[in-house]
T-cell receptor, first 113, second 113 residues
Framework: NAGVMQNPRHLVRRRGQEARLRCSPMKGHSHVYWYRQLPEEGLKFMVYLQKENIIDESGMPKERFSAEFPKEGPSILRIQQVVRGDSAAYFC???????????FGPGTRLTVT | GDSVTQMEGPVTLSEEAFLTINCTYTATGYPSLFWYVQYPGEGLQLLLKATKADDKGSNKGFEATYRKETTSFHLEKGSVQVSDSAVYFCALGGDQGAQKLVFGQGTRLTINP
């Protein structure tokens, strides 16, 4: 059973470009979470989604960030007009139900130059 | 709001030493508590969990007991190995289960042979 898949593993963008991060949950999991880890810090919750629904986006910056989890295909975290402060590792996690433990992917390391 | 405070690192020990990493939390309700481990360049792996007061989580020789009276969930291992070198994160989830996780800042552990 494949784990949570994230791609790309490393992404370099210049300031002002768009970044798209993808997350495929574990088989049988319909709940997806995105977290951001700044250097030498813990993970910070960003958004919690189920298929076609955003359940909790209380950790998402109000501008430039969006997330979706369509009926078919991976969950996408989109960052428009990236700035240097967006450089971080972005982790996706999935669970079978909202109350179950979360399984994490390997992360996407975004570098904004 | 909910928060987690971990023992500051880095922590360096010799092989076979006893390990304690302190974790205290602030939360409303009755959260679940977790320890995750992150090896270099990888995502987080669930190490152990406890869902109610006085529960003891254990895995791979690591243990932690959910102490509601002291709002603590300290991680312990009797005899560490070089392969235990990693970053350890304490986290809490809502009282309805995992949902969004609140993480501590992480403790980097290095074990010398």
């Amino acid at each position: 059973n494949a784990g949570v898949m994230q791609n790309p593993r490393h992404l370099v963008r210049r300031r002002g470009q768009e970044a798209r991060l993808r997350c495929s949950p574990m088989k049988g999991h319909s709940h997806v979470y995105w977290y951001r880890q700044l250097p030498e810090e813990g993970l910070k919750f960003m958004v919690y989604l189920q298929k076609e629904n955003i359940i909790d986006e209380s950790g998402m910056p109000k501008e430039r960030f969006s997330a979706e989890f369509p009926k078919e295909g991976p969950s996408i975290l989109r960052i428009q007009q990236v700035v240097r402060g967006d450089s971080a590792a972005y982790f996706c996690a999935s669970s079978r139900q909202g109350r179950d433990e979360q399984y994490f992917g390997p992360g996407t390391r975004l570098t904004v130059t | 709001g909910d928060s987690v405070t971990q023992m500051e690192g880095p922590v360096t020990l010799s092989e076979e030493a006893f390990l304690t990493i302190n974790c205290t939390y602030t939360a409303t309700g009755y959260p679940s508590l977790f320890w995750y481990v992150q090896y270099p360049g990888e995502g987080l792996q669930l190490l152990l969990k406890a869902t109610k007061a006085d529960d003891k989580g254990s895995n791979k020789g690591f243990e932690a007991t959910y102490r509601k009276e002291t709002t603590s969930f300290h991680l312990e291992k009797g005899s560490v190995q070089v392969s235990d070198s990693a970053v350890y994160f304490c986290a809490l989830g809502g009282d309805q289960g995992a949902q969004k996780l609140v993480f501590g800042q992480g403790t980097r552990l290095t074990i010398n042979p």
